[in-house]
């Protein structure tokens, strides 16, 4: 209902709107694996898009959103990428998953249009393809890995426990973590995998509990089956802390894993002490009357960066785009305090390495910021 | 020591979900030799019963606990009237009303897809947290007491069985065929259902739970023996403890643990196929 509502309204503005509007494509993800992010970050780009428009627009003109659905699958998406073109977008945001980006890519190199990804993670997006109308201003998964790491090396741990899940994103990431506990001198004591569909974590933590680590770091990704470590964490009470990947940096553990991740650390791209935050946090309260989480700033800093870029080149020459988005200098609501996004030396992938923080959760909330950086 | 204990409560606890997964295939195969694989799909409509009820209108637990089985009876009451009877009353082959059940399978689980959000729902522990491993066991002991004695004391339960030796036999004594299937069918679903509302405190209610329920109570069916309502129980506790017993004691690196419950099933069903306890002539 609400995809066909979307699109009788896109197709009207379409009609009435279309000599004066700027088109900015959005691709997002309404049914798929992505939608616990994607959705968030959507309303966060449409929240932005109406502040820009209420204060009085880019160029003078309005911004109009052309939202198509990819449901996270590359077959789909690169032939969206495709309509949205035709359609006359001056810009495409990508905010499904990352081989569905990859694969809109084919589509925005050949026909030269800018096309950014303000929250995708994926380190190959800018490394794979020589696209120069393509961007990344989410935090790159090494940096995720590092960042966790280096507030490990701070605690100074020396025997730490893993544990991660059987998905592909889940042992990637425990692969990573091995990687750097190697090269950082921190022995692996208890190296363990709860499988998809399990009903109990505790033989795994029962094993890490008699390894007798310093800290456990979570690498895994499936919320049902983290929920179970927890649950198996607190059932034996231990206390040797957790450390976990991004993956907790999704809201949903407030409310599905109650009263089990007190005092656990993730490493997230957002710090709600930040100025730019608090002002987004209000505005965003006062525009739609609901609370918006972390999910929300990358969608809407991504449109402000592209608004940013648009603004700069002062025209809607796809090549000035082009070259006022690679020399973007800008702080939006994502990343540490003073955080700016910027591409060196030609690169394409904005987010600064030392640009995310670790977090810890305060009694079921996400709480404060505890470590900056990958120093 | 303690650490044993702790574990064995856990794997008891676990292998009573299995067993009452391998329960509800087993109410279902035995009078009528149908496999339904959509008992897992069923275990999942249980646990979102539990988020609906006990979470969205927080009902009491027993109550909302009635209404779940009152409505998965209902399930499987309507899936064998749509699903299955219409085909052997045609005369179809066995593979048929099997293949209709796959189908109910996906159904099951799009539907709810698209009606639930996409994370895992949480569903509320009627007792305290530590406690919860005892209440699964207790109530589990009680429907397989309950199942046992049906089938071994009651009229009824002699016409599943004579049903289950010999279909034509049993018709021509004048039991009526089609309410055994029927009712083989809500007894089967209420069972899965139970099954899936037991563990949704801890597994949460999630849309792609079905599929792993369904591997683990046809694994602890197939280690069981569709025979005897005790098989299904034995299969269950006997996976769930070597699942868990290797995990926490086999001297094998984490990722490879998970694959010594298939190699025990593989080895069960080369040894011996017909699971631990045979049917009685």
Known sequence: ?375 | LQDFIELAVSATASGCVYGLIALAYLLMIRPTGIINFAVGEWAMLGAFGGYVALTQYELPYPVGMALILAFMLLVGWVTERVAVRPLVERGAALLAPILALLGVLVITREAISVSFPPDPLPVPFPVEIQNYKYFVIAVTVAVFAGFWLFFEKTLWGKCFEAVALNRRAAALMGINLARVTALSFAGGAAVAGLGGLLVAPNVSAHYLMGVPLAIQGFTALVIGGVGRVEGALLGGLLLAFAEQLTIRYAPIPGGFAQGVPLVFLMLFLVVRPTGLLAARA
């Open chain 1, 1 to 375: 209902m609400r995809v066909l509502a979307l699109l009788a309204f896109a197709l009207l503005t379409n009609s009435a709107f279309s000599q004066d509007t700027i088109k900015i494509g959005v691709i997002t993800d309404r049914v798929g694996v992505s939608k616990p992010y994607s959705e968030p970050a959507t309303e966060g780009v449409i929240f932005a898009a109406d502040e820009i428009n209420r204060r009085g627009g880019l160029l003078g003109r309005k911004i109009e959103l052309l939202i198509e659905d990819d449901q996270s699958r590359p077959d789909i998406s690169a032939a969206l990428a495709r309509k949205l073109i035709d359609q006359g977008v001056v810009f495409i945001l990508s905010v499904s998953l990352s081989p569905a980006t990859q694969q809109q890519q084919t589509v925005t190199m050949e026909a030269k249009v800018p096309q950014m990804t303000p929250m995708n993670s994926a380190d190959y997006l800018t490394t794979q393809l020589d696209n120069p109308w393509f961007w990344q201003t989410g935090p790159l998964g090494s940096v995720q890995g590092a960042t966790l790491l280096a507030h490990a090396r701070s605690k100074n741990l020396k025997r730490v426990a893993l544990i991660t899940d059987n998905s592909d994103l889940g042992q990637a990431i425990a692969k990573a973590f091995r990687g750097a506990f190697e090269k950082s001198g921190i022995q692996l004591v208890a190296d363990e995998v709860v499988a998809r569909g399990a009903t109990t974590a505790m033989p795994q933590m029962q094993k890490i509990r008699a390894a007798d680590p310093e800290a456990m770091f979570l690498a895994g990704v499936l919320t049902a089956e983290n929920v179970l470590i927890f649950r198996a964490y607190k059932e034996l009470g231990v206390r040797f802390p957790i450390h976990s990947s991004y993956n907790l940096s999704v809201p949903i553990y407030e409310t599905v894993a109650k009263g089990l991740v007190d005092g656990i650390t993730f490493v997230d791209a957002y710090d709600p002490d930040k100025p730019e935050v608090k002002a987004f946090v209000a505005a965003y309260k006062k525009g739609t009357g609901k609370d918006p989480q972390n999910l929300h700033g990358y969608g809407y800093d991504g449109i402000m960066l592209v608004a940013d870029a648009i603004r700069r080149a002062g025209s809607l020459d796809k090549e000035k785009i082009r070259e006022a988005m690679q020399k973007t200098n800008y702080a939006g609501v994502m990343g540490a305090k003073g955080m700016r996004y910027h591409f060196p030396e030609g690169k394409r992938a904005g987010f600064d390495p030392n640009g995310m923080v670790v977090r810890v959760y305060e009694k079921d909330r996400q709480g404060r910021v505890v470590y900056v950086g990958q120093k």
